[in-house]
């Protein structure tokens, strides 16, 4: 689990081939995990940290020629928001010094008003590669978001569909 973790973090650095297929198997492998892990109510005894604010960054800035990485990262973000959060196997933690969160971030936790604004903009951004296994991973993270949006908050979730 500590090397499937040090690979997950690896994600923003300069990718090349062989390093972009191993990455796309941590994240598959990790949104598995999680989901099975979650199905099962199985009982877990390490947990994987990951930072939210790096996922983005990384759907944000697409490495050239690494639509088959972001569709992989859409799969485990996909995965984590039909699991509103709430895995034992993966947890989320802030990047850095995180500001006090507002009143309508704390609705939404744990992800932040401006982490809901930066994955639509990546997943449009993404969208417009016309990649079809990437639009594909798009559509169902964003559904995914969506569902997400609509139970924490009615009124967000009717915004974000409208823009």
């Not at 990546?122 to 559509?139: E, T």
Request: net charge positive; proline share 5%; glycine share 2%.
């Amino acid at each position: 689990m500590e090397l499937l973790e040090k690979m997950l973090a690896l994600t923003l650095a300069k990718a090349d081939s062989p390093r972009t297929a191993l990455l796309c198997s941590a994240w598959l492998l990790t949104a598995s995990f999680s989901a099975q892990q979650h199905k099962g109510s199985l009982q877990v005894h390490q947990t994987l940290s990951v930072e939210m604010d790096q996922v983005l960054k990384a759907l944000s800035f697409p490495k050239k020629k690494a639509a088959l990485l972001s569709a992989a990262i859409l799969c485990f973000l996909r995965t984590a928001l039909r699991q509103s959060f709430s895995s034992a196997l993966v947890a989320l933690v802030p990047s850095g010094a995180q500001p006090l969160p507002a009143t309508k971030d704390t609705v939404l936790a744990p992800l932040r008003m401006s982490q809901v604004r930066s994955l639509v903009i990546g997943l449009q951004n993404l969208l417009v590669q016309k990649d079809p296994l990437l639009s594909q991973a798009c559509v169902g993270c964003l559904e995914a978001l969506l569902d997400y949006l609509d139970a924490r908050s009615p009124d967000i979730a009717n915004r974000r569909r409208s823009s």
